[in-house]
């Protein structure tokens, strides 16, 4: 199995909206079962099967972008908040500046849940444990601490390309960054 075969494919919806992720394997089996409307990259990779009776192998072509049976309307999603999209959207601790590892990183609620906070994107942030600890219940201003960014709710869009971050074709970045709002930080 070669490199690309580890790559996304972006599904699109019927109007061309994207909707989401899927591997490769996912995409081999929409394609065997002829769900795939259109394909809309411009990037190709071709999937190896097995031995046919002739003797030759058996091969299918998968694009990077596929369009899939689903309604065309566009539709405003919120991207989930768990500690991965956190970990990509903020990519360093908001209270010290530093990198985060996976054992050392949380979900830090600005606002504290003790003092009315609520689980939100924009009162979420990624921290350190002993930053988040350090801070503990207090707010920003009794805990004399400071935010170095400030936290924002990603579209969908935006948030498609967060996840898949490193993993993006050309062609696929520039479909997402079609749909995404002109004032969202998308890398």
């Keep these: 199995m070669n490199a ?33 409307r259109w394909e809309a990259g411009e990037d ?10 002739d003797g030759r192998r058996s091969t299918l072509r998968v694009n990077s972008i596929i369009s899939i049976a689903q309604k065309a309307s566009r539709f405003e999603r919120t991207p989930p908040l768990t500690l991965r999209t956190l970990m990509a959207r903020d990519r360093v601790c908001l209270y010290c500046g530093l990198p985060v590892s996976n054992a050392d990183a949380s979900i830090e609620h600005i606002v504290p849940k003790r003092q009315g906070g609520v689980t939100r994107w924009t009162n979420c942030c990624l921290a350190h444990k002993r930053c988040n600890n350090r801070k503990g219940g207090r707010s920003l201003a009794q805990a ?5 960014a400030v936290p924002y709710k990603p579209d969908f869009f935006a948030h498609l390309l967060l996840v898949a971050s ?17 004032d969202q930080r998308l890398s």
């Design 44 to 53: 190709w990779f071709t999937v190896m099967g097995g031995w046919r009776g």
């Design 4 to 36: 690309e075969h580890r790559s996304q494919v972006l599904t699109i919806n019927q109007g061309g909206v994207p909707v989401g992720w899927i591997g490769w394997q996912e995409a081999v089996t929409l394609y065997a079962r002829e769900a795939v």
């Design 166 to 182: 490193g993993r993006v074709k050309v062609d696929q970045q520039a479909w997402i960054e079609s749909f995404a709002r002109k």
């Design 144 to 148: 004399k601490m400071q935010l170095v």
